[in-house]
């Protein structure tokens, strides 16, 4: 068993250095063993499949519907602009779509290839343009760093360890989109949320960036973390959490400010 335990260590080990990638923004190292085209593929299908599920909730013709759109757009321009100036366009096939959708959850999310869903559950607390910017440029950096293919690609890679171990069989033909279903549902287990908290933090120094280049000043940033904040009746230990702390996620914001100023016009 150790014997085999070794090989499947070395297995692994081969996986990671042959797929290692390098995030857009931050220069953050990933594991990368899947074709973004074809998770973005994936992903399309799974945010059709939301929207025909909920299609009664997507809000249109409304100035709130409007303004996600709007800001939503101006973000997407600067994270295209951003990649073009350093010769990355070419690896990023994103088609955008932003929809806003009836809810009570605060919540806001966008899936790989730049397919956005805000809900109107974040609005008030986003209250102005630079909020709802804080909020997409935040969710549209998870898509440019790629942070989803790093989580299929480590999804493929522990079920690969398996198969070697024996205790599992070829993964299927949609092995991409039960993977990008489990990653916007029920999520992973406490062993992976460190990894995810990580993300969280890369998206928030990426996001900042490209709110600024956007236009929107990133130093708003902070106040609208605040107000999250101030509106959380409690919260789970960070340790038992995908996302960081509100403290900790302020603090980080306010030394990540002077950076992202340096791509900030008004």
Not at 153 to 176: C, E, F, I, P, R
Not at 232 to 251: F, Q, V, Y
């Amino acid at each position: 068993m150790k014997r085999v335990f070794k090989y499947t260590s070395m297995f692994l080990l081969g996986i990671s250095l042959v797929g290692c990638a390098t995030s857009a923004i931050t220069g953050r190292k990933y594991l990368k063993l899947v074709d973004p085209k074809a998770v973005n593929e994936q992903a399309a299908l799974a945010y059709k499949d939301f929207l025909s599920k909920n299609g009664s909730k997507v809000v249109t013709g409304t100035s709130a519907a409007t303004q996600v759109k709007r800001v939503g757009n101006n973000i997407a321009a600067a994270a295209n602009k951003y990649l073009q100036e350093r010769g990355l366009a070419d690896q990023f096939d994103f088609n955008w779509e932003f929809n806003l959708v009836q809810s009570d959850d605060v919540n806001a999310w966008c899936m790989p290839g730049g397919k956005v869903a805000v809900y109107t559950g974040i609005l008030p607390i986003a209250q102005n343009d630079v909020g709802l910017a804080t909020v997409m440029g935040h969710e549209i950096a998870h898509a440019i760093e790629e942070h989803s293919v790093a989580q299929v690609s480590n999804a493929m890679a522990a079920q690969l360890g398996a198969q070697v171990l024996g205790a599992a069989g070829a993964m299927s033909d949609n092995k991409y989109l039960g993977i990008i279903n489990q990653l916007y549902g029920v999520g992973y287990q406490i062993g992976s949320l460190s990894f995810s908290r990580k993300d969280e933090l890369a998206a928030d120094r990426a996001g900042l960036i490209l709110m600024a280049m956007a236009g929107y000043d990133p130093r708003e940033s902070v106040k609208f973390w605040e107000r999250m904040a101030a509106g959380k009746t409690g919260s789970p230990p960070e340790w038992l959490s995908t996302h960081p702390s509100d403290a900790r996620r302020i603090n980080q914001l306010q030394s990540l400010i002077p950076e992202a100023m340096k791509y900030y016009k008004k």
